[in-house]
């Protein structure tokens, strides 16, 4: 049975950094991409980040680049999210994500199909 269990999630100011986790099971972790999406009250769930785990390619939507840094740790099967520079439009549900096959981790694809595994999230709030 799949499984995608996220943690980390909680109150920050802005300016803060949280680090979030994605630990899988019932997959091959190196066969797929892990990637984070996250939806804002009212708004669409939007792309993060995604990671190849095999291959340690990643890909950063331009809103976080350069702020988030997402990493693998295959002796694990687990996915972080580390959040630097958080702002207050950060604040959102993020969602661990799975599927196949990895070459969809790049910036024309990922997001861009159905995705199979899903986690059932954990709430960033970035307020003063």
């Known amino acids: 049975q799949v499984q995608l269990v996220e943690s980390g999630g909680g109150l920050v100011q802005p300016g803060g950094s949280l680090r979030l986790s994605c630990a899988a099971s019932g997959f091959t972790f190196d066969d797929h991409y892990i990637g984070w999406f996250r939806q804002a009250p009212g708004k669409e769930r939007e792309r993060v980040s995604c990671?190849?785990?095999?291959?340690?390619?990643?890909f950063y939507e331009d809103s976080v680049k350069g702020r988030f840094t997402i990493s693998s740790d295959s002796s694990k099967n687990t996915v972080y999210l580390l959040m630097n520079h958080l702002r207050p439009e950060d604040t959102a549900v993020y969602y661990c994500?799975?599927?196949?096959?990895?070459?969809?981790?790049?910036?024309?694809?990922?997001?861009?199909?159905?995705?199979?595994?899903w986690g059932k999230g954990t709430l960033v709030t970035v307020s003063s």
């Open positions: 990671i190849t785990p095999f291959h340690d390619s990643t």
């Open positions: 994500s799975a599927d196949v096959p990895p070459g969809v981790c790049v910036g024309t694809m990922f997001g861009a199909y159905v995705v199979n595994y």
